[in-house]
Nanobody
Framework: EVQLVESGGGLVQPGGSLRLSCAAS????????MSWVRQAPGKGLEWVST?????????SYADSVKGRFTISRDNAKNTLYLQMNNLKPDDTAVYYC????????WGQGTQVTVSS
């Protein structure tokens, strides 16, 4: 059974940091490009970041998070990460990880709330 399980979300003040994790199982993690996508309240899905399959030496970011967020992966642990620094209220959203390869898989999401 394929599973993507996000964790690490929560409530943080503006300027704070969070590290999201996405634990993968049931498929060959290293063979899949991995992404983070978010959905703010009342809005559609917004792509955040992608890391390529394999060694993860290629990453890309939405302009809204560039310089503040860092995506990474640990293929030995089948885990995807998103380090989020200098968080802003506009970063408030449910964050989903997705796997894109032979198939596309999605996690259930983790809530991030940035508020004072």
């Amino acid at each position: 059974e394929v599973q993507l399980v996000e964790s690490g979300g929560g409530l943080v003040q503006p300027g704070g940091s969070l590290r999201l994790s996405c634990a993968a199982s049931g498929f060959t993690f290293s063979s899949y490009a991995m992404s983070w996508v978010r959905q703010a309240p009342g809005k559609g899905l917004e792509w955040v970041s992608t890391i390529n399959y394999g060694g993860g030496d290629t990453t890309s970011y939405a302009d809204s998070v560039k310089g503040r967020f860092t995506i990474s992966r640990d293929n030995a642990k089948n885990t995807l990460y998103l380090q989020m620094n200098n968080l802003k209220p506009d970063d408030t959203a449910v964050y989903y990880c997705s796997a894109d390869g032979q198939y596309i898989y999605w996690g259930q999401g983790t809530q991030v709330t940035v508020s004072s």
